[in-house]
């Protein structure tokens, strides 16, 4: 499988395949952060739609470092991994920039890294290439921004200029802001960016970076440490308003974050009501028995509807990292006409329910007993068959920030 700049690293050495994989850690991650981690969902949506490929690889032809032949599912699991974690900081900075000649593009790569290194989540967006709708959504969602751009004919390009009327309208004003950018004569688009920036009442992470033409080793190290000073100054932003904020919700917002650091499996649950097959996601199952062996799912009330009774035998279906059946069935279902499955390989399993044939294992189940516990429905069932289908793959695990939601 080709992947380009896809799980490379920045090595030229005498080795061909990576026989000592687990001596480039290291270096690939490093490779990753620098080209990857401010696009950590774009990487992600890459990652899903190879997976029918990479499931299969032999061997990643990368257009940088050793060739993948010894560590294609360690690689590609790690890539799944550093792409979660970039995009679970409790911190969103939002990089939004054009660049004529590609030198503000590398400030702002080296500011970016300076971001990632002090513990903050990057999503760079080109504004070339980007709609309004996707930079509106961007602006709300980060705790701070910094935008970049070149200075052409005396002004700022055009997407900048509506970026920037996107932030004066829509970010709120106790976020964070930052601004760079090169230039060939005056750089008269920094200091309008800068100006309109303060006049609306935004406080600055660092002071505005300007560059004459092409950056040297020096202005980009002091890129790298304005990314760092952003960071800390967002901390410092973000310790002043929680002091502010009454201790009863600043206890509660605590717990719940808490709360939400346990994690779960991805599983599907198939059953059959009234003849017909019905599936819903879930990632709230434990082990709760050894002999015999033994689960408790937790079911919300609101879909009591398909709450099965004592005695309904069901499959749950445990999904692998990297499928995507996830999304299938977040997808709201259809009609009553309409068969979710119909794209889906399945076969029937012992008990009459339908197992996903790129599901990692199954089991087969029958509900022992339930039991109603707030506004949650909780069911023990008994395991009576089940199997490995995937012996190499890894569950899918549900990561949260909030105990509040699912």
């Not at 009863?248 to 003849?275: H, K």
């Not at 062996?293 to 004592?310: M, R, V």
Request: overall charge negative; hydrophobic content about 35%; glycine content about 8%.
């Amino acid at each position: 499988l080709y992947t380009d700049k896809l799980f490379g690293a920045h090595l030229c050495g005498d080795a061909i395949f990576d026989e000592n994989w687990r001596s480039l850690d290291d270096d690939r991650r490093y490779y990753f952060d620098c080209l990857h981690a401010t696009q950590a969902k774009q990487v992600e949506a890459a990652l899903e739609r190879l997976a029918p490929f990479s499931a299969k690889a032999k061997l990643y032809g990368v257009g940088h470092g050793p060739l993948v032949r010894y560590s294609v599912s360690r690689f590609t699991f790690d890539y799944r991994g550093w792409c979660e974690r970039q995009q679970a900081q409790d911190l969103n900075v939002v990089m939004l920039y054009t660049s004529a000649y590609g030198n503000t593009a590398t400030m702002g790569r080296a500011i970016s890294k300076g971001l990632i290194e002090a513990g903050a989540a990057v999503q760079s967006i080109n504004c070339e290439f980007a709609n309004p709708e996707e930079i509106t959504q961007a602006l709300e969602d980060c705790d701070g921004f910094v935008i970049g751009t070149p200075t052409l004919a005396g002004h700022a390009p055009t997407q900048i200029q509506t970026a920037l009327g996107i932030a004066l309208s829509t970010a709120a004003k106790t976020k964070l802001a930052g601004v760079f950018g090169s230039y060939g004569w005056s750089g008269e688009a920094i200091d309008l960016l800068h100006n309109k920036l303060q006049d609306a009442g935004y406080q600055f992470g660092f002071e505005p970076i300007r560059v004459k033409f092409k950056p040297t080793e020096e202005t980009l190290q002091d890129c790298e440490t304005a990314g760092t000073e952003f960071v800390q100054a967002l901390k410092k932003s973000r310790k002043v308003r929680a002091a502010r904020q009454p201790v009863v919700e600043t206890q509660s917002d605590r717990t719940d974050q808490a709360v939400g650091r346990i994690t779960g499996s991805l599983c599907v649950i198939t059953n059959q009501s009234e003849g017909a097959d019905q599936a819903w996601l879930t990632s709230w199952v434990s082990q709760a028995t050894f002999n015999p062996p033994g689960l408790s799912i937790a079911i919300a009330k609101t879909y009591s509807e398909a709450l099965p009774n004592p005695g309904t035998p069901f499959v749950l279906n445990i999904l692998k990292e990297g499928s995507t059946l996830k999304r299938h069935f977040l997808k709201p279902a259809g009609g009553s006409g309409d068969d979710r499955f119909a794209s889906l390989d399945t076969h029937p399993a012992n008990n009459g329910c339908l197992i996903l044939d790129e599901a990692l294992a199954y089991l087969e189940c029958t509900v022992k007993d339930r039991m109603e516990c707030g506004d949650h429905w909780l069911l023990y069932a008994a395991v009576e068959n089940g199997k490995v289908l995937e012996p190499v793959g890894v569950t899918a695990v549900q990561h949260r920030k909030s105990g509040m939601q699912y």
